[in-house]
Protein backbone atom coordinates (compact mmCIF):
# COMPACT_ATOMS: atom_id res chain seq x y z
CA UNK A 1 0.00 0.00 0.00
CA UNK A 2 1.32 3.25 -0.76
CA UNK A 3 2.02 6.56 1.64
CA UNK A 4 -0.70 8.24 0.19
CA UNK A 5 -3.24 5.55 0.64
CA UNK A 6 -1.88 4.91 4.37
CA UNK A 7 -1.98 8.62 4.90
CA UNK A 8 -5.75 9.04 4.13
CA UNK A 9 -6.42 5.22 6.34
CA UNK A 10 -4.54 6.50 8.99
CA UNK A 11 -4.12 10.17 9.10
CA UNK A 12 -1.13 12.17 9.20
CA UNK A 13 0.67 11.25 12.40
CA UNK A 14 1.13 7.69 10.81
CA UNK A 15 2.98 9.37 8.00
CA UNK A 16 4.66 11.60 9.83
CA UNK A 17 6.17 8.62 12.05
CA UNK A 18 7.50 7.09 9.49
CA UNK A 19 11.31 8.54 8.91
CA UNK A 20 12.11 8.02 12.17
CA UNK A 21 10.65 4.46 11.83
CA UNK A 22 13.21 4.10 9.10
CA UNK A 23 15.75 5.90 10.74
CA UNK A 24 15.19 3.51 13.75
CA UNK A 25 15.19 0.22 11.28
CA UNK A 26 17.91 0.62 9.05
CA UNK A 27 20.23 0.84 11.89
CA UNK A 28 18.68 -1.97 13.34
CA UNK A 29 19.10 -4.62 10.77
CA UNK A 30 16.40 -7.14 12.22
CA UNK A 31 16.47 -10.44 10.38
CA UNK A 32 12.82 -11.02 8.82
CA UNK A 33 12.40 -13.52 11.42
CA UNK A 34 13.24 -11.47 14.81
CA UNK A 35 10.93 -11.50 17.61
CA UNK A 36 9.24 -7.93 18.25
CA UNK A 37 7.95 -6.38 21.26
CA UNK A 38 5.85 -2.87 20.66
CA UNK A 39 5.02 -1.58 24.25
CA UNK A 40 2.39 1.24 24.63
CA UNK A 41 0.03 0.02 21.86
CA UNK A 42 -1.81 3.24 21.31
CA UNK A 43 -3.67 3.46 18.17
CA UNK A 44 -1.16 1.08 16.47
CA UNK A 45 0.99 3.24 14.25
CA UNK A 46 3.89 1.81 15.29
CA UNK A 47 2.82 -1.69 15.27
CA UNK A 48 1.92 -1.24 11.98
CA UNK A 49 4.82 0.70 10.50
CA UNK A 50 6.56 -2.75 11.61
CA UNK A 51 3.91 -5.44 10.36
CA UNK A 52 3.94 -3.42 6.95
CA UNK A 53 7.70 -4.25 6.59
CA UNK A 54 6.78 -8.30 7.49
CA UNK A 55 7.45 -8.24 11.10
CA UNK A 56 4.85 -10.36 13.01
CA UNK A 57 4.49 -7.68 16.02
CA UNK A 58 3.32 -8.27 19.56
CA UNK A 59 1.94 -5.48 21.83
CA UNK A 60 0.50 -4.26 25.02
CA UNK A 61 -0.48 -1.79 27.37
CA UNK A 62 -1.78 -2.22 30.63
CA UNK A 63 -5.43 -3.31 30.79
CA UNK A 64 -5.97 -0.27 33.41
CA UNK A 65 -4.75 2.32 31.49
CA UNK A 66 -7.50 5.43 31.24
CA UNK A 67 -5.53 7.58 29.20
CA UNK A 68 -6.80 9.33 25.91
CA UNK A 69 -3.47 7.43 24.28
CA UNK A 70 -4.69 3.87 25.25
CA UNK A 71 -7.54 1.52 24.16
CA UNK A 72 -7.85 3.10 21.01
CA UNK A 73 -9.09 1.02 17.41
CA UNK A 74 -5.40 -0.59 16.70
CA UNK A 75 -6.90 -3.25 15.24
CA UNK A 76 -9.38 -1.33 13.25
CA UNK A 77 -6.14 0.61 11.93
CA UNK A 78 -4.38 -2.72 11.45
CA UNK A 79 -7.25 -3.99 9.75
CA UNK A 80 -7.64 -0.75 7.23
CA UNK A 81 -3.67 -1.35 6.40
CA UNK A 82 -4.08 -4.82 5.83
CA UNK A 83 -1.60 -6.35 8.65
CA UNK A 84 -3.98 -7.36 11.00
CA UNK A 85 -3.02 -10.83 10.74
CA UNK A 86 0.54 -9.82 11.54
CA UNK A 87 -0.20 -8.54 15.16
CA UNK A 88 -1.18 -9.68 17.95
CA UNK A 89 -2.54 -7.35 21.31
CA UNK A 90 -1.73 -8.59 24.99
CA UNK A 91 -2.39 -6.49 28.22
CA UNK A 92 0.85 -5.78 30.37
CA UNK A 93 2.27 -3.61 32.64
CA UNK A 94 5.60 -2.67 31.20
CA UNK A 95 7.20 -2.50 34.95
CA UNK A 96 6.45 -6.16 35.27
CA UNK A 97 5.98 -7.99 31.82
CA UNK A 98 5.02 -11.14 31.58
CA UNK A 99 7.79 -12.73 29.18
CA UNK A 100 10.40 -14.98 29.42
CA UNK A 101 13.71 -13.68 30.23
CA UNK A 102 15.83 -12.89 26.68
CA UNK A 103 12.28 -13.73 24.46
CA UNK A 104 12.60 -10.44 21.56
CA UNK A 105 15.02 -9.53 19.75
CA UNK A 106 13.96 -5.88 19.93
CA UNK A 107 11.60 -3.99 22.40
CA UNK A 108 10.07 -0.62 21.25
CA UNK A 109 8.83 2.17 23.36
CA UNK A 110 7.48 4.76 20.86
CA UNK A 111 6.52 7.78 22.82
CA UNK A 112 5.70 5.89 25.93
CA UNK A 113 8.51 6.77 28.10
CA UNK A 114 7.72 9.95 29.21
CA UNK A 115 3.84 8.79 30.01
CA UNK A 116 5.30 6.00 32.54
CA UNK A 117 5.69 7.95 36.08
CA UNK A 118 9.48 8.99 36.89
CA UNK A 119 9.24 6.74 39.83
CA UNK A 120 8.52 3.50 37.54
CA UNK A 121 10.47 4.21 34.45
CA UNK A 122 14.09 2.37 36.03
CA UNK A 123 11.97 -0.67 36.42
CA UNK A 124 10.37 -0.52 32.98
CA UNK A 125 13.75 0.00 31.67
CA UNK A 126 15.59 -3.15 33.27
CA UNK A 127 12.28 -5.32 32.38
CA UNK A 128 12.62 -3.75 28.48
CA UNK A 129 16.06 -5.26 29.16
CA UNK A 130 15.41 -8.45 31.10
CA UNK A 131 12.93 -9.48 28.03
CA UNK A 132 15.30 -8.81 25.28
CA UNK A 133 17.54 -11.46 23.85
CA UNK A 134 21.35 -10.75 24.46
CA UNK A 135 22.95 -8.70 21.73
CA UNK A 136 19.33 -7.51 21.40
CA UNK A 137 17.62 -3.75 21.68
CA UNK A 138 16.05 -1.38 23.25
CA UNK A 139 14.93 1.51 21.33
CA UNK A 140 13.20 4.28 22.54
CA UNK A 141 11.70 7.10 20.81
CA UNK A 142 10.74 10.34 22.85
CA UNK A 143 9.69 14.09 21.38
CA UNK A 144 11.77 16.54 20.65
CA UNK A 145 11.16 19.84 21.68
CA UNK A 146 9.66 21.07 18.80
CA UNK A 147 7.46 17.66 18.55
CA UNK A 148 5.59 18.55 21.97
CA UNK A 149 4.78 21.93 21.00
CA UNK A 150 2.46 20.71 18.55
CA UNK A 151 1.19 18.43 20.61
CA UNK A 152 0.81 20.50 23.83
CA UNK A 153 -1.30 22.76 20.76
CA UNK A 154 -3.94 20.09 21.34
CA UNK A 155 -3.11 18.46 24.96
CA UNK A 156 -1.52 21.27 27.40
CA UNK A 157 -0.70 18.71 29.87
CA UNK A 158 1.46 16.55 27.96
CA UNK A 159 4.41 15.42 30.14
CA UNK A 160 7.96 16.44 29.17
CA UNK A 161 9.98 14.07 27.04
CA UNK A 162 11.90 11.48 29.17
CA UNK A 163 16.09 10.68 29.20
CA UNK A 164 16.29 7.01 28.88
CA UNK A 165 20.23 6.99 29.41
CA UNK A 166 19.49 8.50 32.99
CA UNK A 167 17.62 4.66 33.41
CA UNK A 168 20.49 2.77 31.54
CA UNK A 169 22.92 3.33 34.18
CA UNK A 170 24.41 -0.21 36.17
CA UNK A 171 22.42 -1.95 33.02
CA UNK A 172 23.89 -4.21 30.33
CA UNK A 173 23.58 -2.18 27.58
CA UNK A 174 25.48 0.32 25.05
CA UNK A 175 23.77 3.59 23.95
CA UNK A 176 23.46 5.18 20.54
CA UNK A 177 21.77 8.23 19.92
CA UNK A 178 20.23 9.46 16.62
CA UNK A 179 17.99 12.66 16.57
CA UNK A 180 15.06 12.06 14.11
CA UNK A 181 12.77 14.22 12.26
CA UNK A 182 9.90 14.40 15.21
CA UNK A 183 11.76 12.17 17.52
CA UNK A 184 15.10 11.40 19.43
CA UNK A 185 15.75 7.68 19.30
CA UNK A 186 17.75 5.92 21.82
CA UNK A 187 18.63 2.82 20.97
CA UNK A 188 20.29 -0.03 23.69
CA UNK A 189 21.79 -2.67 22.86
CA UNK A 190 21.88 -5.71 25.46
CA UNK A 191 25.70 -7.08 26.18
CA UNK A 192 26.45 -10.23 25.29
Keep these: M ?8 LGPTF ?21 ILDVGTGVGSFAIHMALRGFDV ?25 VRDKIRFEPFDAGTMPFASGSFDAVFFFGVLHHV ?4 RAAVFKEAVRVSKKSGAVVFFEPK ?7 REQDPAHPDPADPSIYAQHQPVTESKVSGSIMDIYTYRVAV
Aim: charged letters at 30%; proline letters at 5%; a negative charge.
Design 15 to 35: TAISPDVSTALNALDLKPDAA
Design 117 to 120: NDEL
Design 2 to 9: DADKLNEL
Design 145 to 151: EETIRMV
Design 58 to 82: LTGEPATDTSHYAGQAWAENAEKAG
